[in-house]
């Protein structure tokens, strides 16, 4: 039965090609399976530090950060409604990537989140994170990764 099985997907974008491709897989299963879909992206709080004996300050992400992230939303959204998401809403948000993305999910549930993945080597995901790797062990609903196509 169409819509039953994904009724709600979520997709985490960037602006990077990796998240494009991430896009471009979800707006396929929003189409076949009739879906609502969301489209997030997450402005980075950008790393503020203070000495010992200033009290802490949070950080605000600069302006023209936040309006990037909200360009690449309002791309993906026309692109979505483009090829025929029936249902297509963009959310923006500003924090830590992976903070805001579990977040959004625990209180917007979802029965499938899509992300991109650059295909680091351990060694970087060690030294750099990985936020599709972060995220896959810590939301409560089913998480596919789109990782690069092999050259």
């Known amino acids: 039965m169409p819509g039953a099985l994904f009724a709600r997907i979520l997709v ?3 602006g990077s090609k990796y998240a ?5 897989v979800a707006i396929d ?5 009739e879906s609502e879909l969301s489209v997030l992206a997450v402005a980075p709080v950008q790393a503020v530090f203070v000495s010992a004996t200033e009290p802490w300050v949070p950080a605000e992400v600069p302006e023209s950060e936040t309006h990037a992230y909200r360009e690449v939303i309002d791309q993906a959204v026309q692109r979505c409604q483009k090829a025929g998401v029936r249902s297509v809403t963009g959310i923006c948000l500003e924090g830590v990537i992976t903070d805001e993305i579990i977040g959004h999910v ?7 989140l899509v992300l991109g993945s650059r295909g680091m080597s351990a060694a970087k995901r060690l030294l750099l994170g990985s936020v599709s ?3 896959s062990h810590h939301v ?12």
């Open 133 to 135: 790797d972060a995220v």
């Open 12 to 14: 985490a974008i960037d």
């Open 29 to 33: 299963l929003a189409n076949h399976y």
């Open 20 to 24: 494009d491709r991430a896009l471009d």
């Open 106 to 112: 625990e209180k917007h549930p979802t029965d499938l």
């Open 140 to 151: 409560p609903c089913p998480v596919l990764i789109i990782r690069p196509r092999p050259d």
